[in-house]
T-cell receptor, first 111, second 112 residues
Framework: DGGITQSPKYLFRKEGQNVTLSCEQNLNHDAMYWYRQDPGQGLRLIYYSQIVNDFQKGDIAEGYSVSREKKESFPLTVTSAQKNPTAFYLC??????????FGQGTRLTVV | SQQGEEDPQALSIQEGENATMNCSYKTSINNLQWYRQNSGRGLVHLILIRSNEREKHSGRLRVTLDTSKKSSSLLITASRAADTASYFCATMIYNQGGKLIFGQGTELSVKP
């Protein structure tokens, strides 16, 4: 069953903690993306990767980090430097220049 | 930076009516895509229209693109209560590494 899987579905972070969101795809796509969505808003691009071992900052990369060691995996770390991390995080993958496939999202809350 | 602006922000119609959502953008695009999001879920892709295309259909969905006006519209015909969701347009810009830039979305409510 092909697709893109995000975990966990819900995540709670204490002040000053780093947390890592998982994103795995078995669609054999080279490109992967992380977006942030705030309530009632559109999606804003955090980081993207066009190929293994390479990634670029999006519009709101500050306070986040990523790695792309495997084609299938693109984990996102929300660091303590991100002052307002409570949001819905969406991962996507795509073939070049085509429609995106999204995961079901991770809802991160600071407690 | 938000490239797309959608109009209206919210739309409420009765089942069976048509729903039209509009999207405007600022810079030249490679393609424009429409997505649907049910509350609290991920996005589902609907249609991709390339810059050299003017109209595409998929089932009850019709998308138009006017590159001279930098605008697109999504028409859902004979709407159903199950069409209730948020709809987003997203643009893929030339020489921008294949990333998509999303608009703010239109929240559609279809009443039975």
């Amino acid at each position: 069953d092909g697709g893109i899987t995000q975990s966990p579905k819900y995540l709670f972070r204490k002040e000053g903690q780093n947390v890592t969101l998982s994103c795995e795809q078995n669609l054999n796509h080279d490109a992967m993306y992380w977006y942030r969505q705030d309530p009632g808003q559109g999606l804003r691009l955090i980081y993207y990767s066009q190929i293994v071992n390479d990634f670029q900052k999006g519009d709101i990369a500050e306070g986040y980090s990523v790695s792309r060691e495997k084609k299938e995996s693109f984990p996102l770390t929300v660091t303590s430097a991100q002052k307002n991390p409570t949001a819905f995080y969406l991962c996507a993958s795509s073939p070049p220049g085509e429609l995106f496939f999204f995961g079901q999202g991770t809802r991160l809350t600071v407690v | 930076s938000q490239q797309g602006e959608e109009d209206p922000q919210a739309l409420s119609i009765q089942e069976g009516e048509n729903a039209t959502m509009n999207c405007s953008y600022k810079t030249s695009i490679n393609n424009l895509q429409w997505y649907r999001q049910n509350s609290g879920r991920g996005l589902v892709h609907l249609i991709l229209i390339r810059s050299n295309e003017r109209e595409k259909h998929s089932g009850r969905l019709r998308v138009t693109l006017d590159t001279s006006k930098k605008s697109s519209s999504l028409l859902i015909t004979a709407s159903r209560a199950a069409d209730t969701a948020s709809y987003f347009c997203a643009t893929m810009i030339y020489n921008q590494g294949g990333k998509l830039i999303f608009g703010q979305g239109t929240e559609l409510s279809v009443k039975p």
